[in-house]
Every structure is written in C-alpha cells, then in structure tokens.
C-alpha cells in the first residue's frame, strides 16, 4: 500500500543547531507539503512543492528550507533551531486535479528546541 | 482569500448522541471541501470530501452536504463512540488552480461512556 513516512517521529535538538526532517511518499504524488502544528495556532504552511526542482515558500518559511530533487522526498531543513520552533511537523502529499487534490499526511515529527 | 470557519470546541457528548460540527467558508467559484480527522498522536487523514454542490460525502457514518446557498459544509453523525473522540478539521481547495488548502482551527470531540 501507498503510505507516506516521517523521521524521526521525536527528536530533541539545541538552539542553534541545524536539523533535517525527513519525508518520504510512495504515492507517486507531484504535490508535497510540510506544516506545523502549535496549539492555538492550528495548522501552518511552511513550504510546499508542485514537482522535482520545484519549491515555494509558505505562511511561516522563515528558519526553514527545502529541497525537491525526486519525486518521492521533501525534506525540511532547519538551518539554525531555535525555540520558537519547538511543535509538531506534518507532511503532507497530494495529487493533481479536482478530485484527487485531497492531502495525505505523514505521522508528524515531535521537535524540541532546548 | 479564501477561510474557514467552524464552531469552538471542545464539544463533549455521550456516547450514541447526536453530533453536528458546523462549517462555514468563503471563497470564490467553486471550491472542494473537506474534513479531516486527526486522533491523538497521529497525523491528519481524511474523513469525507465533496466537489460540487448538493454532493453529500459520507463515510463511517459520518455525512456532510455541500450548501453552496449558504456557504456551509456541516459535519453530521447519527450516533457517536467513544473512538470517534479526536479533532475535526474543515478545509477547502479553491477552484483557481492551487492545491493549497485553507483549514478550519479544528474542532476537538470528546465522547463519554
């Protein structure tokens, strides 16, 4: 079956140090997503991705990064963590065209800025 | 731009009771609609969607219809469980073309024995 997978599922970092999330889909989908959850803000777009080179930055992209250079990974990258960046991490994919653009999301990364 | 707007939570109910979580959005055209399920420690999956107007989506037991009249896309149960405890999100694709998605703040069920 078609899945999409994130690691770690926890990880527990220093400020100041660079962090990589990884994302992986089997469904073949053009469209990729990363977003975080906090409580009370719901959920917030940090970048997204249309296909292979492609990237594009989102509501909160400041801090973050990432790379598109297959169809399968979109890893977010944290160049220098911080506190504020303490939350839940969601990928997501989806496919193209109305009818299929629903969002299939990955099992989330608990990160800890200390 | 496109919103979402669903009711605050948490709602609280016993079990085999009634349950309505209202959404409401704004966008222009035709948007998809959707709900999502998120049950704790896990990711979002979705629950039920609708394309057009007058669709009804459906899906383990849950049911909401698409009212373009009034803007809304209301998410029913007949009689709720203990497992359907978890937080509900409403979201729409506009028609223009993007694949973003604009959610709803999610709304938490909690339902007792």
């Known amino acids: 079956d078609a899945e999409i997978t994130q690691s770690p599922r926890h990880k527990i970092t220093e400020t100041g140090r660079q962090v990589t999330l990884a994302c992986h889909q089997t469904?073949?989908?053009?469209?990729m997503f990363w977003y975080r959850q906090d409580l009370g803000h719901g959920l917030r777009l940090i970048h997204y991705s249309y296909g292979v080179q492609d990237t594009n930055k989102g509501e909160v992209s400041d801090g973050y990064s990432v790379s598109r250079s297959n169809t399968e990974d979109l890893p977010l990258t944290l160049e220098s963590a911080a506190s504020s960046q303490t939350s839940v991490y969601f990928c997501?994919?989806?496919?193209?065209?109305?009818?299929?653009?629903?969002?299939?999301f990955g099992p989330g990364t608990r990160l800890t800025v200390l | 731009g496109n919103s979402v707007t669903q009711m605050e939570g948490p709602v609280t109910l016993s079990e085999e009771a009634f349950l309505t979580i209202n959404c409401t959005y704004t966008?222009?055209?035709?948007?998809?609609l959707f709900w999502y399920v998120q049950y704790p420690g896990e990711g979002l999956q979705l629950l039920l969607k609708?394309?057009?107007?007058?669709d009804k989506g459906s899906n383990k037991g849950f049911e909401a219809t698409y009212r373009k009249e009034t803007t809304s896309f209301h998410l029913e149960k007949g009689s709720v469980q203990v497992s359907d405890s978890a937080v509900y999100f409403c979201?729409?694709?506009?028609?223009?073309?993007?694949?973003?998605?604009?959610f709803g703040r999610g709304t938490s069920l909690i339902v007792h024995p």
């Open positions: 469904w073949n989908h053009n469209n």
């Open positions: 966008a222009t055209g035709y948007p998809s």
């Open positions: 609708a394309t057009k107007a007058d």
């Open positions: 997501a994919s989806s496919g193209s065209g109305r009818g299929f653009n629903e969002q299939f």
């Open positions: 979201a729409l694709i506009g028609s223009g073309g993007s694949y973003i998605p604009t």
